[in-house]
């Protein structure tokens, strides 16, 4: 981090100055009252016959030095203990708003003699270090979501380009058709995606919480993708109850069970299997998915939930990393938890619990 360095000229806006000056004279005729009061006092007790002038104005003098070193002390302590630290806080605070995340302010005494300024100081610099990090994540956000975009979109237009040439051959044509369709819905499911998540993360979510025969509504997400299991011959056991009721959204649990089945169908090779249980007691229901597919690393178990991560890069062109980081973001809104076991090249065990209400 950058510490911030002192700029000593005045900012331009600070118009209003305790003036030294304007100071002084408040303080001196308070004194002088003050000194007066004391001389009534004294006269109706004691008695003063005379007064001199040299004797009055000798006061006078001694009390213009006392407001002196007043004034000074406290614009002293005005210049190094507020001033100071509120010119570099602001001066500060300007540099973030630029757009610069690595300005430090330095606190000006050592922790164990720390006053609120200090404290304000560190709690500052770590509110910036937080923006900081947050400021990051957003630019790296931008910038995978644009390049995720880029792939299908340049498909897209060199095969359009290449459909309108005028003596190209049906059957290219078709399969020219075909990969621009496959491409649009790339596009299609990343943005979905990513307008889901930013939903997700920034708003506050009221959903509308129906109650649902979730047996029957995980039956048929699965069905949903009895297409692509056949296409790939996967063995498909299923195991649910029945009749089995829960308070939840529909939509939202559509997201969890259609991200986890894709996953379960994409990794794992023909003639693999896909295990589907579904339990429930008084409180909760458990749903397991597991496969027979290529499993995940520890490391890919540890980032599984991170935006944009893949574990597999010759796969990254069928998904967009985007899935388990909704599912587990669906999940927590849902009030349940999702585990998940994996064992590179055997299969990977996913387990969801939802409260029934
Ligand atoms: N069932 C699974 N078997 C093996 N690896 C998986 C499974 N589910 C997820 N993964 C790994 O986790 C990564 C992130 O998953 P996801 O967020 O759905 O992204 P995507 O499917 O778009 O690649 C995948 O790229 C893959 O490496
Ligand atoms: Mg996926």
Same mark, same amino acid.
């Given at each position: ?6 700029? =000593? ?7 209003r100055? @305790?003036?030294?000056w304007?100071g ?15 001389a009534?006092?004294?006269n109706? &007790?004691v %008695?003063? +016959?005379?007064?001199? @002038? ?14 002196l070193?007043i ?11 507020? +001033? ?5 806080m602001? *001066? ?5 708003a ?28 770590k ?8 400021q ?16 299908p ?18 059957? &290219?044509?078709?399969? &020219? ?6 491409? =649009? ?10 307008l889901?998540?930013?939903k997700?993360e ?10 649902? +025969?979730f047996?029957?509504q ?11 299991i ?13 009749n ?6 529909s939509?939202m ?23 589907i ?10 749903v *397991?998915?597991?496969?027979t %597919?290529?499993?995940?690393s520890?490391?890919? @178990? ?6 944009? &991560? ?12 985007? %899935? ?11 009030? %349940?938890?999702?585990?998940v ?8 065990k ?8």
């Open positions: 981090m950058r510490k911030q360095k002192e700029d =000593s000229r005045i900012d331009p806006r600070v118009k100055k @305790l003036s030294y304007y002084f004279l408040i303080i001196f005729w308070v004194l002088m009252a003050l000194a007066v009061a004391q009534f006092i004294y109706s &007790y %008695g003063i +016959d005379h007064m001199p @002038l040299f004797y009055v104005l000798s006061m006078v003098g001694f009390w213009a030095i006392v407001t070193v004034i000074s002390i406290i614009f002293y302590q005005k210049k190094y203990y507020f +001033d100071k630290p509120m010119k570099a602001s *001066q500060a605070a300007k540099t973030v630029e757009g610069d995340f690595s300005v430090c302010i330095e606190p000006y005494h050592k922790p164990e003699k720390y006053d609120y300024i200090d404290v304000m100081f560190e709690d500052f610099n509110m910036v270090e937080e923006l900081g990090s947050i990051t994540l957003k630019n790296d956000i931008v910038g995978n979501v644009s390049h995720e975009m880029k792939t979109l340049s498909v897209i237009q060199s095969y359009a380009t290449a459909l309108q040439k005028a003596d190209l051959s049906p059957v &290219y044509a078709q399969d &020219y058709i075909d990969t621009i369709v496959e491409a =649009s819905k790339k596009l299609d499911s990343l943005i979905t995606n990513v889901q998540l930013n997700l920034n708003q506050e979510i009221i959903l509308d919480i129906e109650k649902l +025969d047996s029957r995980l039956a048929e997400a699965i069905l949903k993708h009895e297409l692509l056949e296409e790939k011959n996967l063995k498909l056991d299923i195991d649910l109850e029945e089995v009721f829960i308070a939840s959204n939509g649990l559509d997201i969890v069970w259609n991200n986890i089945l894709s996953n379960a169908i994409k990794f794992t090779d023909p003639n693999g299997k896909i295990t249980t579904q339990t429930s007691d008084a409180k909760k229901v458990y *397991q998915i597991s496969d %597919g290529c499993g995940m520890q490391r890919t @178990l540890s980032n599984l939930f991170d935006k944009f &991560y893949q574990g597999d890069p010759s796969r990254a062109s069928e998904g967009n990393g985007l %899935g388990m980081a909704l599912v587990l973001r669906v999940v927590n809104l849902l009030k %349940g938890s999702i585990t076991e994996s064992t590179l090249g055997r299969g990977t996913m387990k969801v619990e939802l409260p029934r209400g």
